[in-house]
């Protein structure tokens, strides 16, 4: 079982940034999108942004040009970097790992997610 686990998160103020750390484990097999996902009081779980195990990246609209999802596939760590936060970013962001395996059903792996909070 892969189990996942997120650092990171905090209280910051518009227009900080923060740099969200989520480490799998090293002996995950079949590892392959992984991504940020968060979810807002009240509010249904968006998807932030992924990446490829060959480093294609997509990004939510609302937070192109500020925020970057990186990941390192020996550690089986992913990160997010987020710059110039706002308000309306505050959530509790959860990290996902997708296990593709072939001739498997494809599963997706959770964190238990990391408060970030941006004060105006």
């Known amino acids: 079982q892969v189990h996942l686990v997120e650092s990171g998160g905090g209280l910051v103020q518009a227009g900080g940034s923060l740099r969200l750390s989520c480490a799998g484990s090293?002996?995950?097999?079949?590892?392959?999108?992984v991504g940020w996902y968060r979810q807002a009081p009240g509010k249904e779980r968006e998807l932030v942004a992924t990446i490829t195990a060959g480093g294609s990246t997509k990004y939510a609209d609302s937070v192109k040009g500020r925020f970057t999802i990186t990941r390192d596939n020996a550690k089986n760590t992913q990160y997010l970097q987020m710059d110039g936060l706002k308000p309306e970013d505050t959530a509790v962001y959860y990290c996902n790992q997708r296990r593709t395996c072939p001739g498997e059903y494809e599963y997706d792996y959770w964190g238990r997610g990391t408060q970030v909070t941006v004060s105006s």
């Open positions: 090293v002996d995950a097999i079949c590892i392959s999108i």
